[in-house]
């Protein structure tokens, strides 16, 4: 049945006024914070209790949200209860699973495993100053709430601290795209040239991570943002020598990164930057529907500090973050809007909650357990590149203890130009030291003319070639015996090339 049909809405038997109005917005909102600190001894823990809100609002418009309709609901009984203050019910809400929460049951009415607040707005004062259809004011109901804490703790913070040596990322990107069966050995190459001119800036990489516990039968989509992301900074510092690069997503193949802004906040001594989108890990997430914990990792942010001087005097530095996840209230608390009818509001109440971390990092304590990840290039003239060379670098890696995986080589192979990717690692106390070699080759003729007793000129031919050896090595905090390595697996090369070169090349 229409329900402009049913006339005006009297007072009901409990003498309660009905009115046809509707909320423009019902939002609720958790908030939670979390204060970690990265250090030698790093710890997590949860800032208080978590809080949230129920917030409606409902303009006196005279046409969209207090309609015509309710405005004769109301005229057509306040004309016989005469002047005073009125109040009249335009709906209510109706909240499913809130036994994670507390400070609700005061304010509302059970219906069976749900919870109902009736939405009363005042339609009538004494001293006449409430217009239901000037669209100058509005009606704002909020009830506070505390949802528990979670079992979990929704939101992490990542932050490293990298030299300009380091390229920290490249040995996992490189083994992942091998594994992948993607790896281009030409891309790879011209990567670590161009990070390893990259010598003139410090590092700062941040990443937030967040566990979001779902509840059977929960279908949303989920889509958390980091809103806000900033660092505390010493002293106004050169925006021009500090640049902020955002890993793109969908994530693919190749890194990609786009150049991102970031701002200097006099207010606050920090540097701020916004919008930071996340992508889930599926990986063990559970089935659609279904209980469980889903995991999202933020794109990863790197700060480029031209001009690092200050930081290196300071003993700690404060780096916050703001999560928003809009569709999901960590608490599992459900809402549901309802009209004076009983029927299902148009617009549903909006859900968000809202996660705050507050992350303290020592530099000192960072900066000391970074990775170094030092680059070399050597060049071998007069050797012929072909894969016997190759297996001699991998005997040479093997007798210093490493292993080694299967070489790459481009594909198609290119006879003139040939290049080889080879990944090598092993056990250095509780660490890892990794090397990665690329291997570019380039064949060419060499020609000779020899005298003989009775002086007779032979002219002969023979291949040879050069051989360009990039080495890439990561080790967490001790650089001397990684550059030591680096050093001798160099040495070990010369001595195997050294008979080659004196044969000009020639297997």
């Given amino acids: 049945m229409d329900v402009s049909m049913l006339g005006p809405l009297r007072a009901r038997g409990d003498d309660t006024l009905y009115a046809r109005a509707m909320p423009e917005k019902v939002e609720l909102v958790e908030s939670y914070a ?48 005469g002047a005073g203050e009125h109040r009249a019910t335009i709906g209510h809400l109706l909240l499913a699973d809130h036994t994670n929460t507390n400070g609700l049951r005061g304010i509302t009415r059970h219906h069976g495993q749900a919870g109902v607040i009736p939405i009363s707005v005042p339609v009538a004062r004494n001293d006449g100053s409430l217009d239901l259809t000037g669209d100058r004011q509005a009606c704002v109901i909020a009830y506070d709430y505390q949802p528990d804490n979670p079992q979990v703790y929704p939101v992490q913070l990542e932050v490293s601290l990298d030299d300009p040596d380091s390229l920290t990322d490249a040995v996992a990107g490189v083994r992942s795209l091998m594994e992948r069966g993607r790896e281009n050995p030409q891309w790879l190459i011209d990567r670590l040239r161009q990070e ?10 941040f990443a937030v991570n967040l566990s979001l516990p779902v509840k059977e039968g929960f279908y949303g989509n989920l889509a958390p943002v980091v809103k806000e992301m900033s660092i505390e900074w010493p002293t106004l510092t050169s925006m021009q020598s500090t640049e902020l690069y955002v890993e793109q997503l969908p994530r693919a193949h190749e890194p990609r990164t786009r150049r991102a802004p970031v701002r200097y906040n006099p207010e606050k001594s920090c540097l701020e930057w916004a919008d930071v989108p996340t992508w889930e890990n599926l990986s063990d997430a559970p089935k659609r529907g279904h209980a469980g914990t889903r995991i999202f990792h933020s794109a990863v942010c790197v700060l480029a500090i031209g001009h690092p001087g200050e930081l290196f005097d300071q003993d700690q530095l404060e780096v916050s973050a703001r999560v928003e996840i809009p569709g999901y209230l960590l608490s599992g608390l459900e809402a549901r809007s309802y ?22 990092v020592y530099p000192g304590d960072i900066f000391a357990g970074r990775t170094f990840s030092p680059y070399q290039q050597f060049v071998f003239d007069n050797i012929k590149p072909e894969d016997a060379r190759i297996d001699d670098i991998v005997t040479a890696l093997r007798n210093a203890r490493f292993t080694v995986e299967q070489p790459r080589q481009r594909t198609p192979r290119d006879p003139i130009s040939p290049m080889w990717l080879v990944l090598a690692h092993r056990s250095q106390g509780p660490d890892d ?75």
């Fill in 433 to 507: 030291l990794d090397l990665l070699v690329a291997v570019e080759g380039t064949r060419s003729v060499l020609g000779r003319k020899q005298l003989t007793d009775v002086n007779t000129e032979i002219s002969s031919e023979s291949d040879s070639g050069q051989l360009k050896v990039s080495v890439l090595g990561t080790l967490p905090r001790d650089h001397r015996e990684l550059t030591r390595e680096m050093n001798a697996f160099q040495q070990k090369l010369r001595e195997r090339f050294r008979y080659f070169q004196s044969q000009g090349g020639a297997a």
């Fill in 339 to 360: 009209d004076a009818t009983g029927r299902p509001q148009h617009r549903q109440p909006e859900h968000m909650t809202t996660l705050n971390i507050r992350t303290t």
């Fill in 196 to 205: 390893a001119s990259f010598t003139s800036k410090l590092l700062f990489t």
């Fill in 34 to 81: 979390v204060e970690q600190e990265i250090s030698r001894n790093p710890r997590t823990d949860q800032v208080g209790d978590g809080t949230g809100r129920i917030e409606i609002t409902v303009p006196y418009d005279g046409s969209r949200f207090f309609t015509r309709q309710a405005v004769a609901d109301v005229e057509r009984v306040l004309d016989r209860r």
